[in-house]
Every structure is written in structure tokens, then in C-alpha cells.
């Protein structure tokens, strides 16, 4: 197989498929202050979003042309197919097989209200797997015990995990969800953004490294093959 996963900053990430197709995930990109690319630049067959904090779904509305589907929980889909998107609702515990390959939405600890004030349903962590390579992009989460039950359920390859703390877990409780998670690799999102989410990144790499477990830091705007 062969897919590429670029991290274009904070916790917004895109994969690109063999085939062409384009994956973007929690898409944050014009007011972002580590972001390069900008939303002009970005298209997407697919939006996937974790929750509606403008940090993680803000530019939805300007890269979903006609034909990208916006998968989220009912709620958040429910306000985005309102804005004129095309939509997918799905919900916590559920999977559905897409063109590119499989969307699981999973659980996690935080909060969800759209932009505009409304609730944007349960926040969550999403798990696509493309001819059966996983990445888990964790959304926002405080470290939760069931973190336990997904490593068990699900084959990690590729962990996309917050480690900014104050709205999410830290350097030390991202290692310890990465010991329960045991992916192939972890890459650390969620921090430097805003002073409040400071984090050095070789923290949770040496704190992983101690449990056995690899890390991979992106620069924003870097793209790695899969
Ligand atoms: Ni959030
Ligand atoms: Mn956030």
C-alpha cells in the first residue's frame, strides 16, 4: 500500500490515498497561527471531524466543495449538512466503509459545541483504516480508562495524540494512553498552538520511549509516506 499523511498544524492532518483521494481531518488552517498551507490550497473528497470546536472544524466550510462529505456525530453532521455540505452522520461505537476505506468512531473525554453555540454532540476520536493500515486521530481527549478497550479491539498503526494538556491529556498522560494503545507509532498534535497548550514534544518522546514506543514529531506543513 502507499498513503502519504501530512500535518498541516495543531491537530488538523490530511491522507492521501494510492488512488488520489483526499482525507482531511479537523481542518483549522486560516487562522492557525503554525499553519502554512491555507485553506485555499487544500481540497478534500472527505472532511472528517472530531468535534465542533473551531479548532478542529473551522474551515470546513471553506474546502468542502459540492462533493466532499463531511462525516461526524449526528449533531455536528446535522449543522454542517444545514450550512449546504454533504454529510455523513455516524456516532460513538459506530463504523461505516467509505470509498477509501473505513471510518470507527470512538469515544472521547471533552466537551462539543459548534461555532455558533449549539451542542455539537459527543466529542470523539476517529479511527480510519485504509487496506488495513490504522490511524487514530484521538480529537481532544483527557487520558480515560477505556483507551484500554480500544487497544484491545483495534490494530494501531499510526496514533495522532494531543498531548498539549489544560483542554487534553499532557506529555505523561499521552504516554501512558500510547502504552495502552500500543501503535506502531505515535505523533504528538495539540500543542504550541496558543501559550496555554506550551508543550516540549521531547517529553512525550522520551516518556514513550521508556514504554517501548516509537514517535515520529511532524513540523507543521511536513508529510510522511505510510
Ligand atoms: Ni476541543
Ligand atoms: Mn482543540
Redesign the pocket.
Known amino acids: 500500500i502507499w498513503m502519504t499523511l501530512r500535518f498541516f498544524a495543531h491537530a488538523s492532518f490530511q491522507t492521501r490515498t494510492d488512488d488520489g483521494q483526499s482525507i482531511v481531518i479537523d481542518p483549522w488552517l486560516d487562522a492557525n497561527p503554525l499553519s502554512s498551507v491555507k485553506s485555499k490550497d487544500v481540497s478534500a473528497d472527505y472532511i472528517l471531524l472530531t468535534?465542533a470546536?473551531g479548532?478542529?472544524c473551522g474551515d470546513t466550510l471553506k474546502i468542502a466543495d459540492k462533493d466532499t462529505i463531511v462525516v461526524a456525530v449526528s449533531e455536528l453532521a446535522g449543522y454542517f449538512k444545514e450550512a449546504g455540505c454533504k454529510t455523513h452522520a455516524i456516532q460513538i461505537g459506530g463504523a461505516h466503509n467509505f470509498s477509501f476505506g473505513t471510518v470507527r468512531v470512538v469515544k472521547a473525554e471533552?466537551?462539543?459545541m459548534t461555532p455558533d453555540g449549539r451542542y455539537g454532540g459527543l466529542?470523539a476520536g476517529i479511527i480510519i483504516t485504509i487496506n488495513g493500515y490504522s490511524i487514530y486521530h484521538m480529537?481532544?481527549t483527557g487520558l480515560f480508562g477505556d483507551l484500554k478497550l480500544i487497544g484491545d479491539m483495534q490494530n494501531i498503526d499510526c496514533l495522532l495524540v494531543p498531548i498539549g494538556g489544560n483542554?487534553?491529556m499532557d506529555p505523561s498522560d499521552a504516554a501512558m494512553a500510547c502504552s495502552w494503545l500500543k501503535p506502531r507509532f505515535a505523533i504528538p498534535m495539540h500543542y504550541n498552538t496558543f501559550p496555554v497548550i506550551k508543550q516540549d514534544p521531547a517529553l512525550f518522546a522520551n516518556a514513550c520511549k521508556e514504554r517501548g514506543i516509537s514517535v515520529k514529531i511532524m513540523q507543521p506543513g511536513e508529510s510522511i509516506s505510510l
Request: aromatic content about 8%; overall charge negative; glycine content about 16%.
Open positions: 468535534h470546536h479548532d478542529h471533552h466537551g462539543s466529542a480529537g481532544d483542554y487534553t
